[in-house]
């Protein structure tokens, strides 16, 4: 799955490309991966220029020269790809944008869970998806420590089921939630209501130093990510226990379970025992 560092590559590599472009037109051939009307969605698009490309926890936001937002979240297996031809076999491609030199940016997913929303420019972040995603650890310069763990304090659920819901903190898919939590000594089961401020303050600090770390080597690729034009990631090498055995620390072997349906590995030496 794409997360935060991802899609921050993603839109990084897209923003050089197609900022600037007009969107001719668009095509959807998979309607329900629109969250609107479609002919409100194209209508709203035709014609319009790309004026930046900006993004929210993992969230790519296409500002238009109309005061109008195209929303665009990758979850599990999204990707753009731009490029001069099209390739009309490509089944898994949903929604073509023409662009007014020529090229097509295609939004293709395999699994189609992926989804797209219009949002005009003063509702962006009163509405839905952006205003249920906490703090971004990658956009915003301040954080209020407090206030995130009165929200981490108020539930009982395991540390990285909380840290997994990007409500309060924004980015924090399942790679970086291992690492964050190794390096911040924290046991992946620990109850949320049991972290203290201290313990929130690390999290957040090695969130900020992790995620910008990530992006700075374009991701991790695992599995099936890669932004556009097969950009591949190369921050798997600097993974600290997600997807080993041994702790780099102890050299005790690493635990591997599932917290939320999600593989978790941890180093019960480092992290404590509970
Ligand atoms: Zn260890």
């Not at 899609?7 to 037109?25: A, H, N, Q, S, Y």
């Not at 205003?131 to 990658?138: C, Q």
Request: proline share 3%; net charge positive.
């Amino acid at each position: 799955m794409p997360e935060l560092a991802e899609v921050e590559t993603v839109r990084r590599t897209l923003e050089k490309e197609i900022v600037g472009l007009k969107i001719k037109d668009i095509d959807i051939r998979y309607e329900n991966m629109i969250d609107c009307d479609i002919n409100d969605f194209k209508s709203n698009i035709k014609g319009q220029n790309i004026i930046s490309l900006n993004r929210r926890g993992k969230v790519l936001i296409f500002n238009l020269s109309n005061n109008k937002n195209i929303l665009s979240h990758l979850r599990m297996e999204g990707k753009y790809f731009y490029e001069p031809n099209l390739n009309l076999d490509n089944k898994h491609v949903h929604v073509v944008f023409m662009l007014s030199n020529g090229y097509y940016l295609m939004y293709q997913d395999v699994r189609k869970f992926g989804r797209m929303w219009l949002r005009n420019n003063d509702e962006l972040y009163t509405t839905k998806p952006i205003i249920e995603i906490g703090f971004d650890p990658v956009l915003d310069k301040s954080y209020d420590v407090e206030k995130i763990y009165k929200e981490i304090h108020q539930r009982k659920i395991e540390i990285k089921a909380t840290l997994l819901d990007q409500s309060i903190i924004a980015g924090l898919g399942n790679i970086y939630v291992d690492e964050v939590l190794f390096y911040s000594k924290i046991n992946p089961h620990k109850p949320s209501n049991t972290i203290s401020i201290e313990e929130v303050e690390k999290i957040i600090k090695e969130t900020i130093r992790i995620l910008n770390l990530a992006i700075k080597y374009k991701g991790t690729t695992i599995k099936t990510f890669t932004s556009s034009h097969g950009v591949e990631g190369e921050y798997q090498k600097f993974l600290a226990v997600h997807t080993k055995t041994i702790c780099p620390c102890c050299n005790s072997k690493l635990i591997c379970d599932k917290i939320k349906g999600r593989t978790t590995y941890y180093c019960s030496m480092c992290q404590g025992e509970l």
